[in-house]
């Protein structure tokens, strides 16, 4: 899969779409359908800022494919968040409700900024007018956004409140909110729960012993703190952490609670007293068992892919490997867990979230975590059976799997 030109990231996601509908033996016609984005919509997201100035931000929100569902898929804030990297992510929501089961589409939404330069009350206005001017293509039934990256349950509850504003108390219009007012216990520290999970049965699978085992984790906001914490619990080391600022390094194990309150009140990663300070280039090449992307994508390139020291990659961050690093890693004889089956965990609990708000009706905690792990652990056995009956890879696995699911609702619900 060697490319001369720079693929955009949706080009990139594409590639494994196509490696799909190829071996399912797709028509041009379907596959050009399922390929492209339903609808696209770019808007202005004006904000009145603290000292009175207007900034103008760009707003996206994309909705690839709706054939098994309303339209799923988180709202990310972040600088680099333009439309190209939005419909990727997108179309990796398609792919992965479908294999993880869930009655949803794919889609993702986008404002590009750094959320971290603005004030509270600037980011409540910001996301109550980028609500307003996607709000035609909401609903429950429709489409129902979720936390991503620079977002969170507070951004969630703006959301509900402008959309509530307009067609009345609608929690089941996002996922992700506050327990308070209608989130799913289990949601916030679901995505890391079932990307702990993952490892340890991956691990497991591939030899290893997850009691000692080393990880490294990239990024330590929702996905990685969560992922860490959990990781402990199973009794793995966890070596290495970094935030976008940089990381840290100790070779017996960083006490993870520490970290965490180290973070909490400095804002950083580095600079905790208990590890080494190491940059992001530097904690991906670190001698480990397992890494774990979670931060931002296309982290592992052609170029980092041959000095990586790890056995097995699990992605928990959206598309953090290029498909260059991908055959690289392949041909290397390391593992890669793919993205729309490792962290699948959140859209698991926001269905769940979403199911309780339309039955106006609350699950235990333990009851979310154990169905959360019993749909990760379906998808994970389909997708292991997969790759070791086609000697494929757990990547084409997966997305074979999905876009056979949404091929075959797209031509049951006869769209063309
Ligand atoms: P977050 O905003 O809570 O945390 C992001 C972390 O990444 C922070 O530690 C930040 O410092 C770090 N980071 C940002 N830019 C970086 C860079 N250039 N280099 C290194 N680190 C950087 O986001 P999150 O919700 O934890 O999401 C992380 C990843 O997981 C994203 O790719 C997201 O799409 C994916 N994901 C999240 C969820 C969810 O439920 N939150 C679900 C599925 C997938």
Same mark, same amino acid.
């Given at each position: 899969?060697?490319?001369?030109?720079?693929?955009?990231?949706?080009?990139?996601?594409?590639?494994?779409?196509?490696?799909?509908?190829?071996r399912?033996?797709?028509?041009?016609?379907r596959?050009?359908?399922?390929?492209?984005?339903?609808?696209? !919509?770019?808007?202005?997201?004006?904000?009145?800022?603290?000292?009175?100035h207007?900034?103008?931000?760009?707003?996206f929100?994309i909705?690839?494919?709706?054939?098994?569902?309303?339209?799923?898929?988180?709202?990310?804030?972040?600088? $680099?968040?333009?439309?190209?990297?939005?419909?990727?992510?997108?179309?990796?929501?398609?792919?992965?409700?479908a294999?993880?089961?869930?009655?949803?589409?794919?889609?993702?939404?986008?404002?590009?900024?750094?959320?971290?330069?603005?004030?509270?009350? @600037?980011?409540?206005?910001?996301?109550?007018?980028?609500?307003?001017?996607?709000?035609?293509?909401?609903?429950?039934?429709?489409?129902?956004?979720?936390?991503?990256?620079?977002?969170? #349950?507070?951004?969630?509850?703006?959301?509900?409140?402008?959309?509530?504003?307009?067609?009345?108390?609608?929690?089941a219009?996002?996922?992700?909110?506050?327990?308070?007012?209608?989130?799913? !216990?289990?949601?916030?520290?679901?995505?890391?729960?079932?990307?702990?999970?993952?490892?340890?049965q991956?691990?497991?699978?591939?030899?290893?012993?997850?009691?000692?085992?080393r990880?490294?984790?990239?990024?330590f906001?929702?996905?990685?703190?969560?992922?860490?914490? !959990?990781?402990?619990?199973?009794?793995?080391?966890?070596?290495?952490? #970094? &935030?976008?600022?940089g &990381?840290?390094?100790? #070779?017996?194990?960083?006490?993870?609670?520490?970290? %965490?309150?180290?973070?909490?009140?400095?804002?950083?990663?580095?600079?905790?007293?208990? &590890?080494?300070?190491?940059?992001?280039?530097?904690?991906?090449?670190?001698?480990?068992?397992?890494?774990?992307p979670?931060?931002?994508?296309?982290v592992?390139?052609?170029?980092?892919?041959?000095?990586?020291?790890?056995? %097995?990659?699990?992605?928990?961050?959206?598309?953090?490997?290029?498909p $260059?690093?991908?055959d690289? !890693?392949?041909?290397?004889?390391?593992r890669?867990?793919?993205?729309?089956?490792?962290?699948?965990?959140?859209?698991?609990?926001?269905y769940?979230?979403?199911?309780q708000? %339309?039955q $106006?009706?609350?699950?235990? $905690? #333990?009851?979310?975590?154990?169905?959360?792990?019993?749909?990760m652990?379906?998808?994970y056995g @389909?997708?292991?059976?997969?790759?070791?009956?086609?000697?494929?890879?757990?990547?084409?696995?997966?997305?074979?799997?999905?876009?056979?699911?949404?091929?075959?609702?797209?031509?049951?619900?006869?769209?063309?």
């Open positions: 899969m060697a490319t001369a030109k720079k693929l955009t990231p949706f080009e990139e996601v594409n590639l494994f779409f196509d490696q799909a509908a190829e399912l033996g797709l028509a041009e016609g596959r050009e359908m399922l390929r492209r984005p339903w609808r696209e !919509l770019q808007v202005q997201v004006p904000v009145r800022m603290d000292d009175g207007i900034n103008v931000y760009n707003g929100r909705q690839h494919n709706g054939a098994r569902g309303p339209y799923k898929g988180g709202v990310r804030y972040h600088p $680099e968040a333009d439309q190209d990297e939005v419909r990727a992510l997108a179309a990796l929501m398609t792919w992965k409700t294999l993880m089961n869930l009655p949803f589409g794919g889609a993702k939404g986008g404002v590009q900024v750094d959320p971290t330069e603005l004030s509270n009350e @600037e980011l409540n206005r910001l996301t109550r007018r980028y609500t307003i001017n996607i709000v035609h293509l909401l609903a429950p039934n429709r489409d129902i956004p979720a936390p991503d990256m620079g977002t969170n #349950s507070q951004t969630m509850a703006w959301m509900m409140d402008a959309y509530g504003q307009i067609h009345g108390h609608s929690p219009c996002v996922t992700g909110k506050p327990v308070e007012i209608g989130g799913s !216990l289990g949601r916030e520290a679901a995505t890391g729960r079932g990307v702990s999970y993952l490892i340890s991956a691990a497991n699978d591939m030899g290893m012993n997850p009691d000692g085992a990880i490294v984790i990239q990024g906001g929702n996905v990685g703190t969560w992922t860490a914490k !959990l990781l402990q619990e199973y009794g793995c080391k966890v070596v290495g952490v #970094s &935030g976008v600022q &990381g840290v390094y100790n #070779s017996n194990g960083l006490d993870i609670a520490a970290l %965490l309150e180290h973070q909490n009140q400095s804002g950083v990663v580095p600079g905790f007293a208990g &590890g080494d300070i190491i940059t992001n280039a530097e904690l991906l090449e670190l001698e480990c068992d397992v890494l774990v979670a931060a931002i994508g296309n592992v390139t052609a170029e980092n892919a041959p000095k990586l020291k790890t056995k %097995l990659i699990v992605e928990a961050a959206n598309h953090p490997l290029t $260059e690093a991908d690289i !890693l392949a041909e290397r004889g390391i890669v867990m793919p993205d729309i089956l490792v962290n699948a965990g959140g859209v698991i609990v926001s769940f979230e979403w199911t708000n %339309l $106006e009706f609350r699950w235990e $905690e #333990s009851h979310v975590n154990e169905e959360l792990i019993k749909i652990a379906r998808a @389909e997708v292991r059976e997969k790759a070791q009956t086609e000697g494929i890879t757990h990547r084409q696995a997966a997305f074979h799997i999905g876009v056979e699911r949404v091929a075959r609702a797209v031509e049951l619900r006869g769209f063309v």
